[in-house]
Structure formats: C-alpha cells, structure tokens
C-alpha cells in the first residue's frame, strides 16, 4: 500500500495509423461521403465517387475499387452477421455485395439513395430517398417501401433491431418499427436539416438514447418515446456525422469544422481527435479497436487510434480514478465500499491526500472532504466542499494536508485550499514528474524531475 499521495497527469493522444487519399478521376478528386467496417473490424468500406473501396483496416491497404455504380456514392452499410455490404447512391441503385466483394443483387428507388442502414438483429436493411424508404430481407423478394414527407438525410437501429430512427431534411425525426411503419414523431422547435443520428448501442442503460446532430448547429438526445433528454448543446459547426464510441460511452463528431471531436455521451466536449483539411463528412468507430476511420470532402482517408491514459490518485485506503472521462470513482480499499462523483465535465486530474480529494476540471478545481472508516458507504457526499475558480493547464496535480500543488512547464506553483498562490519555485527546464515524500502537515517533502 503506498502512503504517499499521488497523480499521475493523463489526457487522450491520438495517433494516426494510416492515411489515404482517394485517385481523381477525369480530373475530378471525390469526396469520401459514407465508411463501413465489417463487424469483425478487419475491413474499411468507402463510398467514393462512383467506387466503392475496401481497404485493410490495419495496414491502410486498398484492397478493391468496385464497379457497378453509373454515379456518385453517399451511402455504404455493413451487415452485423458480416456475411454481406451495401452501397447506393445518386444512380438511385443499391447493389448487395458479399463479403468477397462480389455483386449479387440489385435493386432501385424512384430517387437517389441517401443512406443505408443494416438491421443489427434481422439483417434486413432499409435504404431512403428523398420520397420514400425501403425495407429488404435475403428471405423476401421484393422491397417493402414506405413513402415520407421530406428528403430522408440520415437512419439509426436500435442495438435490439425494434426502432429505426429517421432524420429528415425538414428537421424531423421519425421513429418507425422494424416493418418500416411509423410509431412516433418527435416534435423538435428547430426546423433545420437533421443530418446525423445515433442510438447508443449499449444493452446495459435503462432507456436507449438517440443522439441528433441537426444543421441548427445543435445536439440533442431522445428517448425511445421521443421525449427530449437534457438540454440542447450548442456545436459551433455544422454537424455532418455522430456515432457513438466505445459501446457507448462516448461519441466522436465531424463536420463543417474540419475535424473530428470526442464528446461524452451527454454531449460534453472533451477534446479534438484529428484536424483535417476539409469538411468531416464521414467519422465511424472501428469495432474492437479504440479506433476512428475519418473521411472528408477532399478524399481524404485517416486511421486515427485513440490512447487513453490513467488518472487516478492513491493515499493510505482511498483510491480515486477517473471514468468516462467526466465521473471520479472513490473507493475505500479496506472496505470496497464505492461512491461515484458525476462531475458533468472533463475530468482533467485526480488528487488524494489523507481525508480529501482534490479534482481538476477545465474552469474549477474541486474538493471533496473524505470521510472516516466508520461513516458508512450511504452516509458518503457527493457534493464538494470548495469549489475553486482557477483554470490552469498542467501537468500534475498533487494534494498535501492544507495546499496543493500544480505542475506548469517548468514552474511549480503552490496554493492554499482557499485557491491562493502561495509561492512558485522555476527551474531550468520543464517537470516531466514529481512525487511526495511524506513529512509533517505543512512541511512535506517532494521530489521533482
């Protein structure tokens, strides 16, 4: 067991695994619009220009460039059982491809193709135009159409396969059974094009989330009834694609601001992933892998692995960790009783000290008084104690008896628990790490590299 309290600093680092950008042709460079992994996550599906493009996830390697499309692609879906694919586009054609790449049916619309979405149950898979949307299943023989009032811009399945969500270009949201039948419509105020939406794929909550990215610039989430959950979040951007990331816990965005962002899943920004150099139309999580495909406007192609780092803080019996990137987990070894902090904002570092916790987010510094072995677990508060106004980047953060210390470059600042600056020492270069030593309340000792 370690005496001494301490932190280790920790953020999310992205790394780039691979990149591509996707050959003009006719002197014409096209967009990448829509991307699907296979189940497995072995393989990349693109929609790009009138090709369909498969890729090794891995090592970036373009596998195959599929003909059969006369025009642009915007949609690509994979099925669940991986055993097939499916593209569509302006053609108004989808074409089933297996897993060998190889067409095996066709079929059409009245209208372009706007997007594709495999049911992750029944394998059936619906298809939308700016008229109608289509329902068809290996064991039927023809497609099952439902018209709709406006363009359909974007479609979502529950991870049960019950509720297809629709976005509509008119600002609606349709929630529709597995036959493709209307059940809900969700009254949204904004009239503005609803370009993305995502179930959150996890069986553990209670009631299935929709996230809504709308060109109002907006995210919102839906339940299953279409009852608006929490309040609006502004985005700054147009949002051109949302899906949720690591089964749920989070969500990645792209859009008009050339990037890919990590949000919670409540809609907390937490920090970018990737910039690029043109509109993020397309962002897909790989499955099995803290992974993101990101395609652009400009053809662009990148791989972008995402590494998560421990913050956590340790002294005598309490250890403290962070979750989900906005909650803190405090957990009394001796005991194993656990108490969950929901702090609704990104959790930058962790501190403990002998009776109290010390949390760091973006624009406050929280503390937390711990209590005695003998106050029991339902007794514990979830509330701080003091709430400091300071917003400083750092490094490492570390709690003693009555200060605390942050590290900053190459200085190391002290402040009192009422969030004074009490004294600042420089050295000749930058802290890469730091540790206390023990002493007396007021008199610690540290070490620093």
């Known amino acids: 067991r370690n005496e001494s309290p301490f932190v280790r600093a920790a953020m999310v680092r992205t790394v780039t695994s691979w990149t591509d950008r996707v050959k003009e042709r006719n002197g014409v460079q096209p967009a990448v619009h829509d991307m699907a992994f296979s189940p497995d996550g072995a393989r990349l599906v693109v929609a790009s ?31 669940r059982d991986g055993k097939r694919f499916a593209s569509g586009g302006a053609d108004k054609t989808i074409i089933i491809w297996t897993a060998k790449a190889e067409g095996i049916l066709k079929y059409t619309h009245g209208d372009a193709i706007q997007c594709l979405a495999y049911n992750p149950v029944a394998h059936s898979l619906a298809s939308a135009t700016a008229s109608d949307i289509g329902l068809w299943s290996p064991a039927q023989k023809a497609v099952t159409k439902h018209k709709v009032t406006s363009r359909v811009t974007c479609m979502s399945w529950t991870s049960d396969g019950t509720c297809l969500a629709v976005g509509l270009y008119d600002g609606t949201v349709s929630l529709r059974d597995k036959e493709g039948a209307e059940r809900q419509a969700v009254d949204r105020p904004a009239g503005s094009p609803v370009w993305s939406v995502s179930w959150n794929p996890t069986r553990h909550e209670e009631d299935e989330q929709l996230a809504v990215a709308s060109w109002d610039q907006s995210l919102s989430f839906y339940d299953a009834t279409g009852l608006q959950v929490g309040a609006t979040r502004p985005l700054g951007f147009d949002p051109c694609c949302v899906r949720h990331f690591a089964n749920g816990a989070y969500l990645v965005l792209g859009g008009s601001d050339r990037r890919c962002s990590l949000w919670t899943k409540d809609g907390v920004e937490l920090t970018s992933l990737v910039e690029r150099g043109d509109w993020v139309w397309t962002c897909v999580p790989r499955p ?19 590494i998560f780092s421990t913050v956590h803080g340790l002294c005598r019996e309490w250890y403290a960790h962070r979750d989900v990137m ?47 072995d003998e106050v029991a677990p339902a007794s514990w508060s979830a509330r701080p104690t003091r709430q400091l106004a300071l917003s400083l980047e750092c490094s ?9 210390l942050l590290c900053c470059g190459d200085r190391l ?12 020492w420089l050295f000749p270069a930058p802290i890469r790490c730091s540790k206390l030593v023990g002493g007396p309340a007021g008199r610690e000792g540290g070490l620093v590299g």
């Not at 099995?288 to 995402?306: R, Y």
């Not at 490492?396 to 605390?404: I, K, N």
């Not at 600042?413 to 004294?423: A, C, D, P």
Request: aromatic share 6%.
């Open 413 to 424: 600042r002290l402040f009192t628990l009422k969030g004074v600056s009490e004294r600042e």
């Open 326 to 372: 906005t909650d803190v987990v405090v957990h009394h070894v001796a005991t194993d009783a656990r108490l969950r902090l929901r702090c609704r904002d990104y959790v930058r570092k962790v501190a403990v000290s002998a009776g109290r916790l010390l949390v760091q987010l973006p624009k406050v510094i929280n503390i937390y008084d711990l209590p005695s």
């Open 49 to 79: 220009g009138n090709r369909v493009l498969l890729y090794d996830a891995t090592s970036g390697e373009q596998l195959s460039s599929l003909k059969g499309h006369k025009d642009v692609l915007y949609a690509v879906a994979y099925a």
């Open 396 to 404: 490492t953060l570390l709690a003693l008896a009555s200060h605390f």
């Open 288 to 306: 099995g892998h803290n992974s993101v495909a990101v395609g652009c406007n400009d053809g662009t192609i990148a791989m972008c692995e995402l």
